[in-house]
């Protein structure tokens, strides 16, 4: 319980340093995926004038990379750069990735109100189907945790881990079919697609989104089993990096 | 009587990375672990029962902080057991865990809550009221701060809960005259209470004030422990 306020903490701490000195602060939420949005926009939908309405293709796609991005840039530096208060304070070291995830839940509902408004100008059909995000997301959640605490803890001894992960990030995003199709890929290089966890989840998020449908429940199933064994194994591993964060940071 | 806490033969080692930077290429091109183990504290054993007052004195490194850290709970003995009974309140030494880009109202609520006490507006008033920081400077972001007002608003928050055990790290060495006298007095009243202050300081005549025992740590020994005034002498005459 008492943990549960220090989530809480942590999070709203995140959400004011975030935008702090920002004039547009929390704008910036949805500020970041439509700028992305115009640049696809301006670049693709001349070469993709066969997906239908491909603003709503798109945006239900980069609304969820930049959920998994943001939790994984931030989380990773979490812990090291909490060092003051883990110094100072007996908390869990969990928290700190975890409140990342907090916020950026927040971040994501703001911006999935205004998108969700938006996107009827762009042929978003409103059905039931759509509460499916809310189970995906959990599940997608589960994901983005898990990797935002294997790296975090990974950070605290090599630095390397967090310069890394800054860039690959991009390779992953192009790896993932967020602006393109991904019929446009060749047959011989899909596995790299496929080999992709992120590509499944962003599959499983434009079925209610995009097409209006269920998602393909054996998809359902076998990412949330995915999702919960990595984070069995990330736990794991976390737990047993744990004890020395204090005298690494 | 059973003691507040109790210190059987603990001993902490830290993790310390030798190739300096920590990179994934010396790791790999030096074809061995680059983390090697060095021992901070080495065989401590000492009690402190309610009411007491214990000061720890030593020179720069000789692992005070470490051992305030692990009576805090937040570093774990790599050796020996640590029995504590008490409630410890948060070591904020000279403000280390404050969020630099907060201000002071919103660094209040945010170490309160991380404490597990809840902000509310009598709370942050009587830290406010301790601190003698006004609504302008509590308004600002904390980067702004001297190092005397990091201190005041730290110890405010520290000295506001209700704890067993106070460790008070160098807390007269920064704060101005008055801040001191403040200071002094609370930890006087604290005493009479019944509570036990843990107390840290180079100035080994204000341990002699207010601590009954002490303690002196050289390179992570305890190398005497007995009454404040004899303990003193000989940390003075360490540096003779």
Redo the contacts between chains.
Sequence with gaps: MQHLHQLYALTKRNVIVRYKHSVLGFLWGFLKPLIYLLIFIVIFSAQFSSVNNYVLYATSGILFWFFFSNITAQGIQSIIGSAGILKSIRIPSLLFPLAEVGSELFNLALALVVYFILMQFFGMVYTFQLLWIIPILLIFTLFTFSITLLLAALNVYLRDVGILWNTIQPAIFYLTPIAYTEELIPARFSFIIKANPIYYFIKLFRAPLYHSTAPDFKLFLLCGSFSVGLLLVSLFIFNRLKNQFITAI | MQALLEYNHVSIR????RAGV????D?VTSFKNP?HTIPILHDISFQLMPGESLGILGPNGSGKSTLL?SI?????PASGQIHCRASIA????LG????L??TGF?NI???L????IKPTQTAIQAIQAFSELDDVTLNH?VKCYSTGMLARLAFSISFYHDSDIYIIDEVLAVGDLGFQTKCIARIRELQQVGKSIIFVSHAPDEVAQFCEKALLLDHGKIIAQGPSSTICQQYKAMFL
């Design positions: 830290y993790r310390e990375n920590h990179s994934i290429k790791w983390f850290r805090g709970g937040i570093i774990k948060p070591i904020l030494a280390a865990g404050l969020e880009e907060l919103e609520q945010l170490l809550a991380l404490n597990g972001t």
